[in-house]
């Protein structure tokens, strides 16, 4: 079993919810393998959980004493309901909203020219793409993301400030909160299977990520391009798709390291063309 298909905590606790909810056994393990889930670890994983008696009830799960409190997270002001915000030098369309979990549709928040500009300072520092690896608190390579990428150091040129300030008065959070733009580039059968962008507090290495600015709390994916097909950024849990749309972006916000926030998400296959793509993610605290 690969390291990138281990039975955690959080999964554990998302069949528990799965089951709470009504889904039967089959069809949670269907869900699984359609998040790109082996046939061996979704049954291995589903009879584990589902033998060991734990408490199926979903709302006390999301309550219970081991779950980790709740902490603020970026939110645009949102007053008057409005159609469109204004984000520091550049009106952004609001396309579309979820409350749970919070997602958020942004339109036109980069010009053409910005993200054809992103791509050609991105192209020459490309290599395979890397998750933190969180035993360890490094980087490594990892079977389910496929991309190439590479980052920007946080305000590393005139572009990248811009953008970072857009997006810290867009979501009402301090840029210096911020990580550094990740640029990644996925080619034709590329893609990034479903997980979460939150630290597992239970793992070894997490601590020593945390040092530096505490847990991530909101993702922000901007698309530099619009693919002819494929590559739509998917949220399983709540069946909701994002078409990637040169300029668009979406944002979503994880208020605890928790399945309960139902931010699992992944980028699906190009299936034709290319897809480029910003990332920020956004921490607790000041990220140096």
Known sequence: ???AQAITR??????????AAGHARDAVVKSMLQSGWSQEVATVAIDETL???FDLDAEALQHADDAPSLVPVPEP???GAPSSLWALDRQVQLLAMLKKPRVIVFGGLLSDEECDELVSLA???????????VSTGGMEVNEARTSEGMFFGRAENALCERIEARIAALVDW???NGEGLQILKYGPGAEYRPHYDYFDPDQPGTPLILSR???RVATL????CTPPSGGATVFPDVHFDVAPIKGNAVFFSYDRPHPSTQTLHGGAPVIEGEKWVATKWLRERRFD
């Open 77 to 79: 002001r949102m007053a």
């Open 10 to 19: 959080q999964l554990r606790q998302w069949i528990i919810e799965q089951t």
């Open 1 to 3: 079993m690969s390291a």
């Open 123 to 133: 192209k020459e520092r490309l290599a395979r793409s890397q998750t933190v690896d």
């Open 221 to 224: 994916v901007i698309y530099l």
């Open 174 to 176: 301090p840029i210096e």
């Open 213 to 215: 600015g505490g847990q």
């Open 51 to 53: 033998s060991e008696g």
